[in-house]
């Protein structure tokens, strides 16, 4: 794992920076589940419940993959 330094103001913790880098690369696709929720600092299953918090679904399906899941 690569190293970034960053200076933040002193309203803006470690911890937001970690878990909103988190949040955004997972919704992006760009990390896994269990990527994202270690990066954060958290378990899955807490990783999990903050993204329904924020509004992030756990699951997203295209439209297309939505049709074949169904269909099955």
Request: without cysteine; aromatic residues 6%; negative net charge.
């Amino acid at each position: 794992m690569r190293t970034i330094q960053i200076d933040l103001p002193p309203e803006v913790s470690e911890e937001e920076v970690r878990f909103l880098l988190a949040l955004k690369l997972y919704e992006l696709g760009r990390l896994s589940l269990g990527q994202a929720a270690k990066l954060a600092g958290y378990s899955k299953r807490t990783f999990i419940e903050l993204l329904g918090k924020h509004g992030v679904p756990v699951v997203a399906y295209s439209a297309e993959e939505l049709r074949e899941e169904v269909e099955g």
